[in-house]
């Protein structure tokens, strides 16, 4: 019977305890009464989500809507009203190309590299994001040594600044850096590891893989968690290998947390701008231009700045990122009715 | 009622006094290259000292904050009062007329008219601001190399093959990793190529095509990326138009020749020291002429300001002789005022050799030809310095011909020009 007896309403300094509660309470409960009179118990869910719903409106659908104003006019002044309509001459001018894969054939040469560079980055940086990420909490959600310890290590980075990230690793790979250092007191020679095109892609991608991959595994090491330990105990019983029981029992329990990992990862892939930016300023040349960026310097960066040509990259760049998010929604759900039905 | 009244009242007068406050603030955004920054916060202490009634609140960025920021400020109707800026005439819409408003405008004529058109709309007689400094682009060439490996320093006359091939040679023999560098600025390299006999100003005002004489150094310029005698860390470090210096690797001991300009004078003389000798060659010949380019960073009011009178007055002391004077010979700075320059300059600084380098640019600023003289307070410039950056990088990082580079610059700077609505 005990346990049925609410906390707080058992002793007198419980109840003592429970009096503001219970007057706020009161306090409230009048108007929203009043309210529900009003609108309704189906009205009430959106009366309480309507502070969000404002929210979103004021700091993400009114800045879309702009930002596709902005899309649709052209020359070099801020103000929207300054700004003459061109209707949709700077998409025209981004797809305005002889031959995609061949950014130097399009009007807009950068925008394609860059768009070329971003795509590389997305498909290299989330397989292996997502891989290593993967196999950390798997590791971390074993029985180790000092597991806390490693879980912070891991996790670190995440609470770094990028601007700090990327200063961190050009320090270490810069001409004059300590990876140079270290290979020149091995007696090999020093190498322009930011000078070289291949070199400086894989190091944008490792960068941004050090820095967020502890926030990843964290979200994969929690659902990991929520697997009831009793499957295993009962796949070892019935002496299931422990790579079937990966495939068979972990991946398709962490497929919900998986699929928010992939989304996630996805989308901040797509808007690496940051640490890249400090690390290798898009170059050498534009081997490391990614799109954010390519917005930033048409936008705000070079003189006779283009904020119509900038907000159609944007647009175009959010479209994209939506598709692949409803992509990986829908075959998250197809996957989730494939289980129900198994 | 009687309590409410009170709290109203206390009220209405914590605003009132806030607001008096806010009405003698003068906010400055700076920038600075050295030890000017320190030097101009003394002066104001100083003024602010003189009159209590004006706040001046001095904010430091970087150069970058000024390049990129300030633009979309300023655009937006807002900024700081007085900002220091290098991009000066493509601004000019945003800068007040302190013409009305400065004590004496005859004086500011007389000692500032030379370069007033750099930084005012075309076609007006308005004082937008003062230049702080002049800058002449230049050479500077690490001495001590040069005696080490036993080759003599290019004379006055020597050409960029000239430098180039000397500072190979002692690049070699030193172990030295970079034999030249340039800045990654349209800035300065439109130095060489003005040398080379470029002109970007077409007969209409607007950008020209690419001549002949600007093609032949940016081929001789990507060449020697690609050989190596020219760094490739500066020019390949980035992409678009930023703007990337050498002068670390300079002061590292790691570079022969450098081409960056006057403004590094004070840099190199406080961070160099006496860890090795420098000299400062002015600017290398091409085919048409010696020329560098000149410039500089103006002082400039913000037409935004709700405090113009007190904007004025600050501008007003900051350009009056004895404190241009004392900020040119505190920050060894070369000064744009007449009366300054026609009195001679006692540079604040022991060191001998930034002393001889001041020298040597005051006297490389005989050889500016008129292009270069004209080019600070043409429209257009700033538009095709960003080109020229971004392409000749790219084909100095091998994405890019240099022939594909040329079409891109012309086609960039045509399209800015369209962008412009001019």
């Known amino acids: ?342 | 009622m009687k309590k409410t009244k009170t709290m109203l009242a206390a009220l209405a007068v914590g605003l009132l006094t806030s607001t008096a406050a806010m009405a003698g603030d003068v906010r400055i955004m700076w920038y600075s290259d050295g030890v000017e920054g320190e030097v101009l916060k003394d002066l104001l202490d100083r003024f602010m000292k003189e009159n209590p009634g004006i706040n001046v609140i001095l904010d430091n960025v970087s150069y970058s904050v000024v390049k990129e920021q300030l633009p979309v400020q300023l655009e937006a109707g807002n900024g700081p009062d007085i900002a220091r800026v290098t991009n000066l005439k493509a601004q000019s819409q945003h800068w007040l007329d302190l013409r009305p408003l400065v004590a004496d405008p005859a004086y500011w004529d007389e000692n500032f008219g030379a370069q007033a058109d750099w930084m005012r709309p075309d076609g007006s007689n308005q004082i937008s601001g003062f230049m702080t400094q002049i800058t002449i682009a230049g050479g500077f060439a690490n001495k001590t190399l040069f005696e080490q490996a036993g080759v003599a320093i290019p004379g006055k006359d020597a050409t960029w093959d000239d430098w180039a091939k000397a500072a190979k040679q002692v690049a070699e023999n030193q172990q030295v990793p970079f034999p030249m560098a340039l800045d990654r600025s349209g800035h300065r390299l439109s130095g060489p190529n003005l040398a080379y006999g470029g002109n970007y100003i077409g007969s209409d005002g607007k950008p020209a095509p690419l001549d002949e004489g600007t093609k032949n150094f940016l081929k001789t310029f990507v060449g020697w990326v690609a050989d190596g005698t020219m760094s490739k860390d500066v020019w390949v470090s980035a992409a678009g138009s930023t703007y990337r210096a050498a002068a670390d690797d300079f002061i590292n001991g790691q570079l022969v020749y450098y081409y960056s300009g006057s403004w590094q004078v004070p840099n190199f003389s406080t961070k160099i020291g006496t860890n090795f000798d420098w000299v400062a060659t002015g600017s290398p010949c091409g085919p048409a002429n010696c020329t560098g380019m000149t410039g500089g960073a103006g002082l400039v009011a913000v037409k935004y300001t709700k405090n113009p009178k007190e904007v004025a007055k600050v501008m007003d002391y900051l350009a009056s002789e004895p404190i241009v004077k004392e900020f040119s010979e505190r920050t060894l700075f070369l000064p744009a005022h007449k009366g300054v320059l026609a009195k001679g300059l006692d540079f604040k600084t022991d060191d001998a050799q930034a002393k001889a380098a001041l020298n040597a640019f005051v006297e490389a600023s005989t050889s500016l030809s008129d292009v270069a003289r004209k080019l600070p307070g043409w429209l257009w410039s700033d538009a095709v310095y960003g080109a020229l950056v971004t392409r000749v990088s790219q084909a100095a990082a091998g994405e890019m011909t240099v022939d594909e580079a040329f079409a891109r610059i012309d086609s960039d700077i045509a399209t800015k020009v369209k962008d412009s609505g001019n």
């Open chain 1, 1 to 342: 019977m005990k346990a049925d007896v609410p906390k707080g309403s058992g002793s007198g300094l419980g109840e003592t305890a429970m009096v503001p509660v219970r007057l706020a309470m009161a306090a409230i409960d009048a108007p929203l009464r009043f309210v529900q009179r009003r609108l309704g118990i189906g009205g009430m869910a959106t009366f309480f989500l309507l502070p969000n719903m404002l929210i979103f409106g004021i700091f993400v659908l009114l800045p879309f809507f702009i930002n596709f104003a902005y899309s649709m006019t052209g020359g070099t002044a801020l103000f929207l009203p300054d700004r003459s309509f061109v209707g949709g001459d700077q998409y025209a001018r981004l797809f305005d190309c002889a031959n995609y894969a061949d950014p130097n054939s399009c009007a807009e040469d950068t925008f394609w590299t860059a768009v070329g560079n971003t795509a590389w980055f997305v498909v290299l940086q989330v397989t292996l994001m997502i891989l290593f990420s993967l196999v950390t909490a798997l590791i971390l959600n074993r029985d180790l040594m000092a597991r806390s310890f490693w879980r912070a290590v891991f996790f670190f980075p995440v609470l770094l600044s990028p601007v700090v990230v990327g200063l961190i690793w050009k320090w270490i790979l810069q001409r004059q850096g300590l990876l140079n250092f270290g290979l020149y007191g091995l007696g090999f020679e020093p190498y322009t590891w930011l000078n070289d095109r291949n070199w400086s892609f894989a190091a944008t991608v490792g960068v941004s893989i050090w820095a967020h991959m502890g926030f990843y595994t964290l979200i994969l090491l929690a659902g990991l968690q929520a697997i009831p330990k009793d499957l295993y105990e009962a796949a070892e019983m019935d002496g299931t290998r422990p790579a079937r029981a990966f495939w068979r029992i972990t991946l398709p329990l962490l497929m919900p947390n998986l699929l928010v990992v992939i989304v996630l990862v996805l989308i901040r892939a797509v808007q690496i701008f940051d640490e890249v930016y400090v690390l290798t300023g898009g170059g050498p040349g534009t081997s490391t231009l990614y799109i954010t960026q390519y917005i930033y310097e048409t936008g705000f960066a070079t003189q006779l700045r283009n904020p119509g040509l900038a907000a159609a990259a944007s647009i175009l760049m959010g479209g994209v990122l939506v598709v692949l998010t409803l992509v990986q929604l829908g075959l998250g759900r197809k996957g989730e009715k494939k289980g129900a039905r198994k």
